[in-house]
């Protein structure tokens, strides 16, 4: 098989890399901005299955159990630690929320708790404050280093031999007779049989001159760090309506993200929305609201009408691969989407159904709007 070329140095196009390379097949991995330059290098980092779309739980119980053996494969600690997963309820209402989420997931296989009161949350989690009524409580669910994560997949890729160039944009895909035929960048002309576009939000402009649509709208969130705190937190913390989430990572920083906005893109939160957070955070983890904020930042999501990624190989582009759109909820299933798209780049069966995921279904105009969520 000849050249394949991937566009974007996030976590899915570095996972993509390692899997294709590790195949044996010429791989080039391209980012302009250089590994984890985008949502992977600026994410709350949550490897959760709790939360998820029907049609995304398989492919995220897939992930966590490949995110078990990366220290392994990759040969590198990416401080992947399975504590788990709360989401909490302040409110009354949020509680009705909660309990029916917990039905709805166990009904789909995955197991996990609901916590009723306030004793059992904080069993489970001792710093958490009296505000917090109720719980649901998934013991598989974890977190990770995101930058540590993407570079370890794609210097992995490396040492199996594919090409990965940081600081090199792609212009345009090339295609001849329905085939892709090269990626056009900007550093010359690059021949591939087969391209993978992971670009983020900017796969909708790649996308465009090839006839193919794919609507994004870009979130907004807020991340703020602090400096490193005694041992705290193990499990992910997320709440019922999804505006704000935290981890503690493994060097003791705590790390919290608000639910997103559309107003605007900017690469800085302002005061009041870090001063915002800060509070709704500590309202649950009381710590929070006594840490020293160390850096701020935002990061964008790329977010499609029904809050589900695509992954596709579109059937109008013959060697086109397609893995975009993953709504704020992307890190976690970084492991999987890496080996989905080898194995549509290579004309394999893909290893999970992934009907729901097909570019075409914004073509098609029968799509149910959907929020991302950032529960970790
Ligand atoms: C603040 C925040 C919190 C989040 N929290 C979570 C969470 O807790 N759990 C979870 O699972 N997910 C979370 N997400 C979502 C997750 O981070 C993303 O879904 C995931 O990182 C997307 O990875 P990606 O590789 O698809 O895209 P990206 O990481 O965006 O990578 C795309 C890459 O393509 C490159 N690129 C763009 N255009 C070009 C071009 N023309 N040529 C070459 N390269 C190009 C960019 O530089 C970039 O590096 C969060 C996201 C944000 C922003």
Same mark, same amino acid.
């Given at each position: 098989m000849g050249a394949i070329v991937i566009i974007g140095g996030g976590i899915t196009g570095s996972a993509a890399a390692d899997a294709l390379a590790r195949d044996g097949h010429a791989v080039t991995l391209l980012d302009k901005g250089g590994i984890a330059a985008m949502a992977s290098g600026r994410t709350l980092g949550g490897v959760r299955?709790?939360?998820? =779309?029907p049609a995304e739980l398989p492919l995220a119980s897939a992930a966590v159990a490949l995110w078990g053996g990366l220290h392994e494969r990759l040969? *590198? #600690? *990416? =401080?992947?630690?399975?504590?788990g997963n709360l989401r909490l309820a302040r409110t009354p209402e949020e509680v009705g929320i909660i309990r029916a989420i917990v039905d709805g997931q166990r009904a789909r296989g995955l197991d996990l708790d609901f916590l009723s009161d306030n004793r059992a949350v904080r069993e489970v989690a001792p710093a958490l404050s009296e505000n917090v009524l109720a719980a649901g409580y998934c013991a598989t669910d974890g977190h990770a280093d995101p930058v540590r994560t993407t570079h370890a997949f794609a210097d992995s890729a490396r040492r199996h031999g594919a090409i990965v160039s940081e600081g090199v944009g792609a212009l345009s895909i090339e295609v001849t007779a329905a085939r892709v035929t090269g990626v056009v960048t900007t550093a010359g002309r690059i021949p591939a049989e087969r391209v993978i576009l992971a670009a983020g939000i900017e796969s909708p402009a790649l996308l465009r001159p090839l006839g193919l649509d794919l609507p994004l709208s870009i979130e907004v969130v807020a991340v703020v760090q602090s400096e490193p705190l005694p041992a705290t937190l193990d499990q992910v913390l997320g709440v019922a309506n999804a505006d704000c989430a935290v981890r503690q990572e493994v060097g003791g920083r705590l790390r919290f993200t608000n639910g997103g906005s559309t107003d605007g893109t900017r690469p800085e939160p302002s005061a009041t929305e870090v001063r915002d957070l800060v509070a709704r955070v500590a309202h649950v983890l009381p710590i929070a609201g006594h840490a020293n904020v160390s850096r701020t930042w935002t990061g964008l999501v790329d977010l499609t009408p029904d809050a589900l990624p695509v992954i596709d190989a579109p059937a109008s582009v013959g060697g086109l691969v397609v893995a975009a759109g993953f709504s704020g909820h992307g890190f976690c299933l970084g492991p999987i989407s890496g080996l989905l798209c080898a194995d549509l780049a290579i004309g394999r069966?893909?290893?999970? #159904?992934?009907a729901a995921f097909r570019l075409a279904r914004f073509q098609a105009g029968s799509i149910a709007t959907g929020r991302p969520e950032l529960h970790g």
């Open positions: 299955q709790s939360g998820r =779309h040969g *590198v #600690d *990416v =401080h992947y630690r399975r504590g069966t893909p290893r999970h #159904d992934l």
